[in-house]
């Protein structure tokens, strides 16, 4: 990448970069100051939330470091946490990363058992009138680990209007993300061969309970039979003998 000195305007303070991790792909980063990072990338940073000791998180942006198109990174700032010996003081350091939505995204979906379609939105992108698009991708449940298909950008609203979609907001940072996940084409249609297989099985087992039903009742009717055949046999021996006495 090829860089050049830009003018900028003397600001009140700067926050210059002191440490990188990885170095090696970020080199170009250390002792620029953050804030002008942020503004050269066209980000919005609450200044308001970053003086309250807030996380902070920025617009999408495309980093620099490759030409990945499957999604956005955003960057995320946090200030740490106020001393209460001093809790008017404006933070002096900070944390920054900067992350990759499509890896968030990979991360999410671990443990996937079916097809389906997920995306993440940033309701709070000032730069769009719509939720700004961050990532979407197909799941496709493998042995090992899912695999993903990221989608061309969509908007919030396309995906709003099926009804196979379901959407969540959750905060992050000083913001909210909407996360939409759809259903995969044929992903829960039922196997039609599955359906006629019980209807079988269910057909037979109703066909061999009527014939325990039937050759049950048979049987005790039998026996009903036999003992009051028994009971009369016995009945006309006790009057046989009966008479044979009185005579």
């Known amino acids: 990448m090829n860089f050049a000195i830009e003018p900028r305007t003397t600001q009140p303070f700067y926050m210059p970069a002191h440490y990188v991790e990885p170095f090696e792909e970020n080199r170009w980063f250390v002792e620029f100051d953050t804030f002008s990072i942020v503004q050269l990338n066209e980000t919005d940073f609450d200044q308001d939330a970053t003086a309250l000791w807030t996380p902070n998180l920025s617009e999408r942006v495309r980093e620099p470091i490759h030409e990945d198109t499957s ?17 008017n003081q404006f933070p002096m350091d900070a944390a920054g990363m900067m992350i990759h939505v499509p890896d968030v995204l990979r991360t999410a979906v671990e443990g996937q058992a079916e097809q389906t379609f997920a995306y993440i939105f940033d309701n709070d992108d000032v730069l769009q009138e719509e939720p700004a698009f961050l990532a979407g991708a197909r799941i496709d449940p493998g042995e090992d680990a899912a695999d993903l298909v990221f989608q061309e950008e969509i908007e919030l609203a396309t995906l709003d209007s099926q009804d196979d979609c379901i959407s969540k907001i959750i905060p992050v940072g000083n913001r909210e993300w909407t996360v939409v996940v759809c259903k995969a084409g044929g992903a829960y249609d039922a196997s039609t061969v599955f359906v006629v297989l019980g209807g079988v099985t269910i057909f037979a087992a109703c066909l061999c309970l009527a014939a325990w039903f039937w050759t049950t009742s048979r049987r005790i009717t039998r026996i009903n039979d036999i003992r009051a055949a028994a009971e009369h046999e016995k009945a006309c021996l006790i009057v046989k003998n009966a008479e044979k006495t009185a005579r």
């Open 71 to 87: 999604g956005y990174s955003v960057f995320f700032f946090h200030p740490g946490i106020a001393l209460p010996t001093h809790p």
